[in-house]
């Protein structure tokens, strides 16, 4: 061996998310959920799950990094039990999510809103209209069609459940249409 | 500025802190302070206000590790004979214990150019900057290094 070589030793492997777990520093943690529809990524802060998403981990890390925390890893753990959940929903075999969600990253309005759409059950659907009024702004259809597409928790907060109004379409789905079609297929909606 | 999820920082800069640390302060006490180090910027990185120079700013924690560690030190002497505080089920020879003592016999300003080029991977010009030499010196510096090493060693 040449002494460059020789020298050219490399640095420790470090788990960093073991690492900040330790330190109580895993502000974000960031999992994979393998789904008929693709892959959905999930990331949890310690107060609940934070975020869902149909886009790539790279491009949803550099999200959050930006918008809550940028000590953000991908770690298995504390998102395990809402992978569980998913996987079972997925399945069929589930109808309810049962965990806590961190609101962080959306305002008060946009909060109204995607309660209201949690609050329709599994198998049925809604409208805009009808979610804007039990949000408590019955003219404000178009502002509700907005905060469900900024819904920051797609599949577990159901803004697929929601429809126009006439049902001639599905309507929109931040992710991709066929996403939401699949859903509500899988729900028995349609 | 935004800054880059920690793991990215990390995976990006770990090579050049690295050789940094073994520049610093050898072989054998390199790898706890590399953990010091990457723990104290975990703690410390949401409030870094300056995001352009992120290899800076993580050189600037490493050297205040070593420093750290230095003022422990002196504080606390250790003992001769003491066993060394993380020994390595790995033996000598794969340690390249060999090469490593004769690194630290080198005068500082060839083993810290040296150990910068190859184990931290740093350009010319980074080496100059680091060691405050021009990039001339830093080439003459790396050269006579290389030159004794292969001397000591073969």
Not at chain 1, 67 to 80: A, K, L, M
Not at chain 1, 120 to 128: F, L, Q
Not at chain 1, 141 to 169: D, E, K, M, Y
Not at chain 2, 100 to 109: G, N
Request: hydrophobic share 45%; net charge negative; with cysteine.
């Amino acid at each position: 061996m040449t002494v460059e070589s020789r020298l050219q030793i490399t640095p420790p492997d470090l788990d960093l998310a073991v690492l900040a777990e330790r330190e109580g520093l895993l502000d974000v943690a960031v999992g994979r959920v393998d789904t008929p529809v693709g892959e959905l990524i999930v990331a949890a802060t310690e107060k609940g799950l934070v975020r869902t998403s149909w886009f790539d981990e790279e491009a949803t890390m550099q999200e959050l990094s930006a918008r809550i925390s940028p000590r953000i890893f991908e770690t298995p753990t504390r998102v395990d039990p809402i992978r569980r959940q998913l996987d079972e929903y997925f399945d069929g075999a589930r109808r309810q999510f049962d965990v806590a969600i961190d609101w962080v990253l959306v305002g008060q309005w946009a909060r109204k809103v995607l309660a209201a759409a949690a609050r329709i059950p599994y198998g049925e659907v809604s409208t805009y209209g009808a979610v804007a009024a039990e949000a408590g702004s019955p003219k404000a259809f178009r502002a509700a069609g907005t905060a469900l597409g900024q819904n920051p928790v797609p599949v577990v907060v159901p803004c697929h459940r929601v429809l126009p109004a006439g049902a001639r379409t599905i309507g929109q789905y931040t992710g991709g249409v066929h996403i939401k079609e699949h859903l509500l297929q899988l729900e028995g909606a349609i | 500025m935004v800054l880059p999820p920690f793991p990215s920082l990390v995976e990006e800069h770990r090579t050049a802190v690295w050789g940094y640390l073994v520049a610093l302060v050898g072989r054998a006490d390199a790898p706890d302070l590399y953990q010091d180090t990457v723990l104290s910027a975990l703690r410390a990185y949401p409030k870094v206000h300056d995001a352009s120079n992120l290899r800076s700013w993580l050189l600037s924690v490493a050297h205040s590790r070593v420093v750290d560690r230095a003022r422990a030190r002196a504080r606390r002497p250790e003992v001769l004979g003491d066993p060394p505080e993380h020994s390595s089920p790995v033996v000598a020879s794969e340690r390249d214990d060999e090469l490593w003592s004769v690194v630290a016999d080198l005068p500082e300003k060839q083993r810290h150019a040296v150990v910068l080029r190859f184990v931290g991977d740093l350009s010319y010009a980074a080496v100059a900057e680091l060691t405050d030499t021009s990039e001339a010196a830093a080439r003459q510096n790396v050269r006579a290094a290389l030159a004794r090493l292969r001397k000591e060693l073969s």
